[in-house]
Structure formats: C-alpha cells, structure tokens
C-alpha cells in the first residue's frame, strides 16, 4: 500500500508541476516537454546501470510505444495550457481507461451487463464534462488531453509484454529525446524558460514520472490488475483537491458531476467481473 500511495501521489504531481510551469508560462509547452523527457531519461536509465553497470539497451524500445509515449507527453505539455489541473487530470485518466476497455473488448474480452452499464455511465461523465457551457474546459484543451490520455493507454498495452519493463521504458524514453529536439527546434519562436519552470520540468520528469514509474512497477507486485487499474481512479481526485488548495482553481458542479459519473462508471467495469474470469 505504500509504494500505491507513492505512485499516485508522483503521478499526480505531473499535473500539478505541468500545470505550475505552463499556467503563468514559466516555460514553453515544448521546453517543458524535453526536459521532462531528458531527466526521466536520466533517472530510469540510473536505476538500470546500478544494478546493471550498464546503459539501457535501446534495443529494448518498442517503436509503437516510443510513438505512443511521445504523444501522451507532447498532447499532455499542450493541453495544460488550457486546463485547470483537476479538470485535465479527469480527462487524462476517463481517456486512458476507455482506451484499454476499447483495446481489450477489440481484443475478445466481453462485458457484462453491470459492465455495459459502468462503461455507458462513464461515457455520459465524459460528454457531460466536454459539452458547452459556462463551466465547460477549452475544447482544443479537452481534445489534446484526451489524446494524451488514449496514447498513453496504448502505451501501457504495448509495454505490457516487457520481460525488463524498466529497461524497456528507460529505453523508450531515450528514443524520445530527438523527436523531442526536434519539436523543440520547430517552436523555437516560442522559447520561453526561467530557472523555476526548467526545475520544475526537472521534478516533474525525475520524480513524478521517472521515480513515480519505479514505485509504481513495486506496487504492481502486490496488485492484481483489476486493483491496479481501479486504484488510479484516485489520482483526478487528488489532483481537483490539490489544484484548489495551491493553484486556487474553483471546484466546479459541472466537475464534481462528470468525476462522479466517469469514476463511478469505470469503478463498476472493473469491480463486475464475468464468473471464473481472472482480476
């Protein structure tokens, strides 16, 4: 329980440390996003040569992961721009759960009715949240996060078969940092960084998602699936409650709703399982 409580709090503070350094700007979306990359490059890549006494190999990468990890990187810096950390963070994991459930029911697993009723619940939190109005997120802002969310989704599918999943994902890091270059080189007319938003980019790649990446693998040894997918239902919650205590962002009726709905439903898919089927 420890290392679970750890990971959501790290994976957590991505939101809250993106939203910190790209709301004033401290740094630009592209900045953010390479240097997130380089410095969870670097952690992963210590905890495999300590052990190891060697780099990560980057025949360890997965070409469909490294393309799905950078878009969950890139549309997650992006869309921070334009959402309030609570809000963004719902969107973030509604779009990586329906994501696996659209993978796994593609891939033959079939849902019960209380299932059916969960997913249909979470599908109204979702449009609830995203249909216009006052209180409505920034639609461009809503679409990258959602992206984000759904690559992110394949990319915790393609990653599953890893036989050295913390290589692996150091090494699909590493493959990130030219394309990340590259953006960067593109959005130089917007180059914007000060010493806080670079630290922060810094925290937010070696702690909340290089070390949030190595305790959350620990606490996978203790959770079956079902639990580990349902445990990170938390992190939204966290994040709302985290945004409105630092960042003073409001907690709105529309996102108290839609969290009730989206959660509640993915709760139910996963808590309802088909007789003699594994957790």
Same mark, same amino acid.
């Given at each position: 329980?420890?290392?679970?409580?750890?990971?959501?709090?790290?994976?957590?503070?991505?939101?809250?440390?993106?939203?910190?350094?790209?709301?004033?700007?401290?740094?630009?979306?592209?900045?953010?996003?390479?240097?997130?990359?380089?410095?969870?490059?670097?952690?992963?890549?210590?905890?495999?040569?300590?052990?190891?006494?060697?780099?990560?190999?980057?025949?360890?990468?997965?070409?469909?992961?490294?393309?799905?990890?950078?878009?969950?990187?890139?549309?997650?810096?992006?869309?921070?721009?334009?959402?309030?950390?609570?809000?963004?963070?719902?969107?973030?994991?509604?779009?990586?759960? %329906?994501?696996?459930?659209?993978?796994?029911?593609?891939?033959?697993?079939?849902?019960?009715?209380?299932?059916?009723?969960?997913?249909?619940?979470?599908?109204?939190?979702?449009?609830?949240?995203?249909?216009?109005?006052?209180?409505?997120?920034?639609?461009?802002?809503?679409?990258?996060?959602?992206?984000?969310?759904?690559?992110?989704?394949?990319?915790?599918?393609?990653?599953?078969?890893?036989?050295?999943?913390?290589?692996?994902?150091?090494?699909?890091?590493?493959?990130?940092?030219?394309?990340?270059?590259?953006?960067?080189?593109?959005?130089?007319?917007?180059?914007?960084?000060?010493?806080?938003?670079?630290?922060?980019?810094?925290?937010?790649?070696?702690?909340?998602?290089?070390?949030?990446?190595?305790?959350?693998?620990?606490?996978?040894?203790?959770?079956?699936?079902?639990?580990?997918?349902?445990?990170?239902?938390?992190?939204?919650?966290?994040?709302?409650?985290?945004?409105?205590?630092?960042?003073?962002?409001? %907690?709105?009726?529309?996102?108290?709703?839609?969290?009730?709905?989206?959660?509640?439903?993915?709760?139910?898919?996963?808590?309802?399982?088909?007789?003699?089927?594994?957790?």
């Amino acid at each position: 329980m420890v290392f679970t409580g750890m990971a959501m709090l790290c994976f957590a503070a991505n939101s809250l440390l993106c939203r910190l350094a790209l709301a004033p700007p401290l740094i630009d979306a592209a900045t953010f996003t390479s240097v997130r990359v380089l410095a969870a490059a670097a952690m992963l890549s210590l905890m495999v040569w300590l052990p190891h006494r060697r780099l990560p190999r980057l025949a360890c990468a997965n070409a469909g992961a490294v393309v799905a990890l950078f878009g969950y990187l890139v549309c997650f810096s992006f869309a921070y721009r334009r959402l309030e950390a609570g809000t963004g963070a719902l969107l973030l994991i509604g779009a990586v759960q %329906l994501s696996m459930f659209t993978i796994a029911f593609w891939e033959g697993e079939r849902f019960t009715p209380v299932q059916w009723l969960g997913l249909s619940l979470a599908l109204l939190g979702f449009v609830y949240l995203v249909l216009p109005g006052v209180s409505a997120p920034d639609p461009f802002g809503a679409v990258l996060m959602a992206t984000s969310g759904a690559a992110w989704g394949w990319f915790s599918l393609l990653a599953r078969g890893a036989e050295q999943p913390l290589e692996a994902n150091a090494s699909n890091f590493l493959c990130c940092l030219v394309p990340a270059l590259v953006l960067n080189y593109f959005s130089v007319h917007q180059l914007e960084a000060t010493v806080l938003g670079l630290m922060l980019a810094v925290a937010s790649g070696a702690i909340a998602t290089g070390f949030g990446y190595i305790v959350w693998y620990l606490a996978l040894r203790q959770l079956s699936a079902a639990r580990a997918a349902t445990v990170q239902l938390s992190m939204p919650v966290l994040v709302a409650l985290a945004g409105a205590a630092f960042l003073a962002e409001p %907690l709105t009726v529309r996102l108290l709703i839609a969290s009730a709905g989206l959660l509640g439903g993915i709760a139910l898919v996963f808590g309802h399982r088909l007789p003699g089927q594994r957790p």
